[in-house]
């Protein structure tokens, strides 16, 4: 009886102790599979902290450079849009300057020009007669930004239910307070730098629109018949008289004396305003030896009915370092063929 009763208990005790294990296993593998959610939502917390909104604007803590300037990003926007619409677009902007800086914002109108070191013109005050400014209205005028801050601004373009049909063209411009030392405040003189940025805004209220432009000019750079070595780039020169930007885009190709492609240059897509003249430099990065006569051809798109303007140069490259060099060789050849010839006499053996 004493021997069934100690059978008994050490069952009794086995099981107990199965039981206490399969507890204790399971408990360990919730343990390990919870570990990682938890560090997984501390990182996500930690991530999303550094993101806070006030009055319509996001800032954004990023890891940057002190390189004392900030960013605007993106340099242009483009629009389209129909009369009472409203739209709202975003543009950033990331100090990268050590001390806490003061942000203005502003809108003007630019127009295009017949420069072409600067094809915007910003009018200031003054209004285009493709105003857009009046449109445009920033979510704040103003804000401050610490160093490593992204603040994205929302931008509301509201355009009126009369607009006509066209392009309008304006530029949010965002500029920085000037730093000034503290110990240099009270000296009389101080120049003070106040940078400016600007995003340009394309918008197009859609309708009938008169689109034209064309091709004005294309040459080598510099304007010349003949090189020493290869022309460094092409220029196109694009005339825009319609009522609305245009972007054209197309190629150069580069042909030599016996009619072989030797160069197909991109010409991407760029902006034209209206009534406005528009260069596009195409850079020719060639570094092969060439001599005789080239042609090169541009295929440039106008951007609205499929139109392409044609038109070819001709040029030559005469490498005249290298041709002074064979030249002079042949010289020197010659000369010595001559003094042997006058120097020595050669007879015919009997």
């Known amino acids: 009886m004493k021997n069934i009763l100690n059978t008994n208990n050490r069952r009794i005790i086995k099981k107990v102790i199965t039981a206490t294990s399969y507890l204790f296993v399971v408990f360990s593998v919730v343990t390990l599979f919870n570990l990682p959610q938890a560090q997984a939502a501390t990182t996500v917390a930690s991530s999303t902290a550094s993101v806070t909104t006030s009055a319509g604007l996001q800032f954004t803590s990023l890891t940057v450079d002190d390189k004392e300037d900030f960013v605007v990003e993106p340099g242009k926007m483009e629009v389209h849009a129909n009369p009472g619409d409203t739209i709202t677009q975003y543009i950033s902007i990331t100090s990268r300057i050590a001390k806490p800086t003061e942000f203005s914002v502003s809108s003007e109108d630019f127009v295009g020009s017949t420069d072409e070191t600067n094809p915007v013109v910003l009018l200031g005050a003054s209004k285009s007669p493709f105003s857009l400014k009046d449109w445009l209205l920033p979510a704040s005028s ?8 992204r603040v994205t601004l929302p931008v509301t373009i509201s355009v009126p239910k009369d607009a006509t049909p066209g392009g309008y063209y304006a530029a949010v411009i965002v500029s920085n307070a000037p730093q000034v030392n503290a110990d240099t405040v009270t000296t009389a003189g101080i120049a003070k730098i106040i940078s400016r940025i600007g995003v340009l805004f394309f918008v197009r209220v859609n309708g009938t629109v008169n689109t034209s432009g064309q091709l004005e000019d294309f040459r080598a750079n510099p304007s010349q018949s003949v090189y020493s070595v290869s022309p460094t780039d092409f220029k196109i020169l694009f005339n825009n008289n319609g009522s609305v930007y245009l ?12 009619g072989n492609e030797v160069a197909n240059l991109p010409v991407d897509a760029y902006f034209s305003l209206p009534n406005a003249l528009r260069y596009r430099d195409v850079l020719w990065n060639d570094n092969s030896f060439r001599i005789g006569r080239y042609t090169a051809t541009v295929n440039l798109n106008r951007s609205y009915d499929n139109v392409i303007d044609t038109k070819t140069i001709v040029f030559w490259v005469l490498p005249w370092k290298v041709i002074v060099t064979f030249f002079v060789g ?5 000369f010595v063929i001559y003094y042997f010839l006058s120097r020595f006499e050669f007879r015919r053996k009997k």
């Open 142 to 149: 103003d804000f401050l930004l610490h160093f490593g801050t």
């Open 247 to 258: 972007a054209p885009y197309g190629e150069v190709h580069v042909y030599n004396f016996f």
């Open 330 to 334: 042949l010289v020197v050849i010659a």
